[in-house]
């Protein structure tokens, strides 16, 4: 499981649970300690009870074996005869290479990650959802999981607590492995897109919490003792931090779509996959009304120049449309009663002109939604349309090009960052990347077994960035033990440069 830390200073679900006899006096305790390698033995600080310190030596005598020469194990083991969970403690196992050991117990009990919480599930969830701005909580959760969740958010930077904005957080049984045959524990989904406005899933099943009553991070020092699932749940978060400002930019995108439109919704409210579509949508490429308008300017023009019956009729109708329609309607007004008035005539070249360019611009949008659109297209189209066709009966279609083309070119910009030049791959993966290969150091990557085999698969520093985080929140001096410079990474807020 992924919660066997084997590259930071102790490990926390490697021992096998074991049943303390039943006579646990002086004399047992001595003869297992006679029978095991163990060297010298002692105990660490704390205030134990003398069943606790025969139990803690019997303990560190019965693990004793020549492969556990220089490890440490946080371990839930017993601290009394008898059985539940109410026996158990929160025990420190340390062995040096000589095999001298030391035993300390760090609390009892199974821990919470936290102290338990006086409140209703319903409190709780609502609590939750309204500190994090969470989407919801569903799934069927023990007020139990459902407080290690409070104490593992908690942990969460004020900073990177947006990345959770508008976050949907699951509980189910189990997650079918991904390809690399991991994730069966928790996951962090979200589609990736220029504009899409799915903010992400965090979803927990039972092997989330599987190992809490095996053992814990922390305990060692000032740290509060925490079981692996809150390692789990960070773990997901920090995929969260990571993907984001990608997230955040895709999500702008999207409701700058539908405001577009004047489409309504809340913030980090689920939006309409279809709506967002729609508006990201060319829209009147036909240009219908644009060529009725012309159509009629030209009938008009032709009724008014042989007194045709019907022409106020259409100079009415012209009038109404606005705009240099209107100055139109006026000029062939005058035409009916002088016939040599010319204005009417220039006014409706200077209309199918328009027309023409305005066609002109929709046919390069079409052609532009049929290759790739960039910035440089966009630019030009902009300047094509400043100061022209500001004026009915085009305003609807110019503004139509100007939304559209700011869409596109704001998707476009959204692609080239995310896409076309690291393949998806976020900012602040990217500055990992660029903060691990400076060091040069091939044995930061090997965080935990985790990480070292996601990345011997694919190369994702994604998993080292999330579970590095992860670490980092719920015991930094693990994480330093393994490389101090990845904790100085995470301590000094690098971790959120890139994007």
């Not at 779509?257 to 490429?285: K, V």
């Not at 611009?361 to 049929?370: E, F, G, L, P, V």
């Not at 305003?395 to 960052?417: F, G, N, P, T, V």
Request: charged letters at 25%.
């Amino acid at each position: 499981m992924r919660t066997c830390q084997n590259y930071i200073n102790y490990e926390i679900t490697g021992l096998p649970r074991v049943t303390l006899p039943s006579d646990l006096n002086t004399e047992t305790v001595l003869a297992k300690i006679l029978g095991s390698p163990l060297k010298k033995r002692g105990l660490g600080l704390g205030d134990t009870t003398p069943e606790e310190r025969a139990a803690l030596l019997w303990l560190l005598a019965h693990y004793c074996t020549e492969d556990r020469r220089g490890t440490t194990h946080h371990a839930l083991l017993p601290i009394r005869p008898g059985g539940g969970d109410a026996a158990l403690g929160q025990v420190i196992l340390q062995y040096d290479d000589q095999l001298n050991g030391t035993a300390t117990l760090a609390g009892r009990g199974l821990p919470l990650g936290g102290p338990a919480l006086n409140i209703t599930f319903k409190g709780l969830s609502d609590t939750l959802i309204n500190n994090y701005m969470l989407a919801g909580i569903s799934g069927r959760w023990t007020t139990e999981e459902l407080t290690k969740l409070y104490h593992a958010l908690a942990l969460v930077p004020l900073d990177d607590r947006q990345a959770l904005w508008g976050v949907q957080v699951d509980r189910v049984e189990t997650l079918v492995a991904d390809e690399q045959k991991a994730h069966t524990q928790g996951r962090f989904e979200h589609s990736v897109g220029s504009a899409s406005a799915d903010l992400g899933t965090l979803t927990l099943t039972d092997a989330a919490f599987g190992s809490d009553d095996q053992g814990f991070y922390g305990g060692s020092d000032t740290s509060i003792a925490r079981p692996p699932s809150v390692q789990v749940i960070l773990h997901e978060v920090g995929h969260a931090v990571e993907s984001l400002v990608r997230r955040s930019e895709s999500r702008n995108i999207a409701e700058r779509a539908l405001r577009s439109l004047n489409y309504g919704f809340a913030p980090n409210s689920p939006l309409s996959t279809e709506a967002i579509t729609d508006a990201c949508q060319l829209r009147y490429q036909t240009l219908n009304g644009a060529f009725d308008a012309v159509k009629l300017a030209e009938d008009t023009y032709r009724l008014a120049a042989s007194k045709g019956s019907e022409a106020r009729q259409k100079i009415t109708q012209c009038e109404n449309l606005g705009g240099k329609m209107k100055d139109f309607a006026q000029a062939a007004r005058i035409m009916l009663d002088d016939q040599t008035s010319t204005s009417a005539f220039d006014l409706l070249n200077e209309l199918q002109t328009e027309y023409t360019t305005l066609s002109d611009w929709y046919k390069s949008a079409k052609d532009m939604i049929r290759g790739r659109f960039d910035a440089d297209q966009y630019t030009r189209m902009t300047d094509a349309m400043r100061g022209k066709l500001d004026h009915e009966p085009w305003l609807i279609y110019r503004y139509e090009l100007h939304r559209w083309a700011d869409l596109q070119s704001r998707m476009s910009a959204w692609d080239d960052k995310y896409v076309k030049s690291k393949g998806v791959v976020t900012g602040r993966e990217q500055a990992l990347v660029d903060f691990v290969e400076g060091l040069n150091d091939n044995f930061t990557i090997h965080l935990t077994q985790y990480t070292t085999n996601f990345f011997s698969k694919d190369k994702s520093y994604g998993e080292l960035y999330a579970e590095a985080f992860s670490l980092w929140l719920v015991h930094p001096e693990a994480l330093g033990s393994h490389s101090p410079r990845l904790l100085e990474y995470f301590e000094s807020g690098d971790y959120r440069r890139g994007d």
